[in-house]
């Protein structure tokens, strides 16, 4: 349960330069049946160490590089060779193998070698290409720079400066535009495609439609390609130029590059670009619009209208894009500013979808996603439920899809709020479909699960880990058996794809379970997590050995996590961590002891009874906690949290002081 007020300790009101040191606690409860999610959770770390191996070995070559043999003749495809790996450092940072953060490094440096020589990069970055791709791509430097700011800090920075520093090309600060949909380190690329047409198969445009639906050349389509110019030309006209809402995934890589250095100027680029879309939602009725043209005004290049930009409302995934885009960019403005207002432009978006939902069986709703449904909601796909409309065209809301949960749940884990969390919860009561429901699939976004995770920390499904680590073993061992399939596949350019649904390294169970946090926003954010974990003895970032971490309360007063040492001889030494960046501070710890060793008997019993688990309480004024796991012990931690109360970076318990 949460501390009570007359537990509040001084140490809560300690100057944070006269701080108490960090305090290390000893597990003494014994541990004699191993918790069968810590066995599978351990078996998972296993598991993936292997099968990360598998891949290096079956996809790609010596230098990190993915055996491909083809050519990139349209500006897409960057993002699908960056993307295969993208959560391989996050694993390292949850604990896996130790060299598996050397080869993360190598498979970016080999990819970056492999996309220069087919001529998508320049200066190791993406010529010009949307912020949707670009977000997809950026997490694995993301990762990498969590995982080893000293190494990745030079090109991180060097990366952000594409839109902080003016003479670049892709911002405008007079206007507070990012000036172009395509943008990136070839200030020369300009338009959305290159030649006449804009390279859309007849099958996407059957699928999707065509985005400028209200425009004279759009009637009668969709069109084959040869029959598309005059369509290519209004979209080159109307959607080449100008800003578009998913830009503002851009705000992650200058966050990241603020947490990497610090510096003011990153933070200022920040406010300011979040902050002019904040105002553009306001003047809008509280809707994220998703275009600005060069002058910064909302619809200037589409007849006034607030829909119709590049991955905006009209475009293929409507509020996926423009969603994840503006939560990831506004929790970076809440995040270097501390003020969760920056939020609302997210918060008042979701609620004027949420106030236009229908509950149908998905069978009748018009998703222009059915094969994604088909499988994430296996036989409820017939069920009545919950579905809100992604897209906006001339013509109103269209394109209704089961409501989705990365956007709601990444607000109530950064804000702790009641009102984020009563979003859930009426989400919930809304659902026809059981949130504790756990079905095997594997997203593109590798999440999906955040509604049944939501069920778990509410109390009502305490099986949740277990059937969640079984599913994430499942999906590993299926991509085993795709690795097998397609090894010696001579990949052509259209199936690319091929190695991203191969990959078999799965965090998301484990980002959940250990760091109290749910996956990261997949176009383009940060991680964010309650918790982190340091191995004391190894100095490195991540569960030691054999030691396995259960979080099952994010209450900022009451966070608890359980932490188990599996080893039968071996001491394991756990720094815990408070947030992903070292941002909270822990000011009070309560945790389980037991000192009668009694339980055993005398040397003549044949048996033992229940160990005596008694309570004790420390206090705390740092962002790290030293646990000493004995071999074969466990131990129950609640700690009460000040959120965001230091300034997030990527120091860990082994960095220099003089450089914190």
Not at 313 to 337: F, N
Not at 385 to 395: A, C, D, G, I, Q
Not at 492 to 507: F, G, K, L, M, R
Not at 574 to 597: K, L, M, N, S
Request: charged share 25%; net charge negative; aromatic share 10%.
């Amino acid at each position: 349960m949460p501390f009570s007020s007359a537990d509040r300790t001084p140490a809560e009101d300690v100057p944070r330069d006269h701080r108490v040191a960090p305090p290390e606690i000893e597990a003494g409860v014994p541990l004699l049946e191993p918790p069968g999610w810590a066995v599978a959770q351990r078996s998972l770390f296993d598991l993936l160490d292997h099968a990360w191996r598998r891949f290096a070995r079956d996809f790609t070559g010596p230098d990190g590089r993915l055996n491909y043999s083809g050519a990139l003749t349209t500006r897409d495809g960057v993002d699908d060779f960056y993307e295969v790996f993208f959560n391989w450092p996050q694993l390292y940072l949850l604990g896996g193998a130790d060299d598996l953060l050397p080869a993360s490094e190598k498979h970016w440096e080999g990819v970056t070698r492999q996309l220069t020589e087919l001529g998508m990069l320049h200066d190791e970055f993406e010529r010009g290409y949307d912020w949707f791709h670009q977000g997809e791509s950026l997490l694995l430097l993301y990762f990498l720079s969590m995982a080893a700011p000293d190494r990745w800090s030079e090109r991180a920075l060097r990366f952000a400066e594409l839109y902080v520093d003016r003479a670049k090309g892709n911002y405008d600060p007079e206007h507070r535009v990012i000036t172009r949909p395509h943008n990136g380190s070839d200030a020369e690329r300009t338009g959305l495609f290159d030649g006449d047409v804009y390279p859309w198969l007849l099958k996407e445009a059957e699928t999707y439609g065509f985005p400028l639906d209200w425009i004279p050349e759009a009637g009668g389509g969709p069109y084959l390609l040869s029959e598309d110019p005059r369509l290519g030309a209004q979209m080159r006209e109307r959607m080449g130029a100008g800003d578009t809402a998913v830009n503002l995934a851009a705000a992650g890589l200058v966050l990241n590059a603020w947490i990497l250095s610090g510096e003011d100027r990153y933070r200022d680029w920040i406010v300011e670009y979040v902050g002019v879309w904040r105002e553009r939602t306001e003047a809008n009725g509280g809707l994220v619009p998703d275009n600005a043209g060069p002058d910064g005004v909302v619809g200037s290049l589409l007849e006034g209208r607030w829909y119709g930009g590049h991955y905006g409302w009209s475009w293929p995934h409507g509020w996926h894009s423009v969603g994840h885009a503006a939560c990831a960019a506004a929790l970076a403005a809440a995040t270097v500013t501390g003020d969760d207002d920056h939020l609302s432009m997210v918060a008042t978006s979701l609620d004027a979808l949420i106030g236009r939902g229908k509950v149908m069986p998905h069978t009748e709703a018009d998703s222009s996603l059915p094969s994604k449904w088909a499988v994430e909601l296996g036989p409820d796909i017939h069920t009545p439920t919950l579905h809100l409309p992604f897209r906006h065209n001339e013509s109103g809301w269209f394109d209704y899809n089961p409501v989705t949960a990365p956007v709601p749940v990444a607000l109530w884990h950064h804000t702790a709020s009641d009102a984020d969390r009563a979003r859930l919860e009426g989400l919930r009561a809304a659902d026809g479909i059981d949130w504790r429901t756990v079905r095997p699939f594997r997203a593109k976004e590798e999440s999906g699960h955040e509604k049944a995770w939501f069920a778990f920390l509410a109390g009502d499904d305490p099986g949740y880990p277990e059937r969640i680590l079984a599913t994430a073993q499942a999906q590993v061992r299926h991509r085993l058996r795709r690795i097998d399939r397609y090894r010696d596949l001579d990949v052509p350019e259209a199936d690319i794809h091929v190695w991203q649904q191969s990959n078999p390294v799965v965090t998301e169970a484990l980002v959940q379970l250990t760091w109290g946090g749910p996956q990261v926003l997949y176009n383009g954010g940060l991680q964010q997590a309650r918790l982190r974990y340091h191995d004391a003895e190894a100095r490195r970032a991540g569960l030691p050995p054999d030691v396995a971490a259960l979080v099952t309360s994010i209450d900022p007063e009451a966070t608890t996590v359980e932490l188990v040492n599996l080893s039968p001889e071996a001491v394991r030494t756990v720094i815990v961590q408070a947030g992903a960046f070292a941002e909270h501070t822990i000011t009070g710890i309560r945790y389980t002891t037991c000192t009668d060793d009694t339980w055993m008997g005398d040397m003549y019993d044949y048996g033992h009874t229940e160990p005596v688990v008694t309570e004790s309480e420390q206090l705390c004024d740092s962002a790290f906690l030293t646990v000493r796991l004995p071999a074969s012990t466990r131990i129950r931690l609640v700690l009460r949290l000040r959120l965001r109360t230091g300034t997030p970076s990527y120091r860990t318990p082994f960095t220099p002081q003089e450089r914190v």
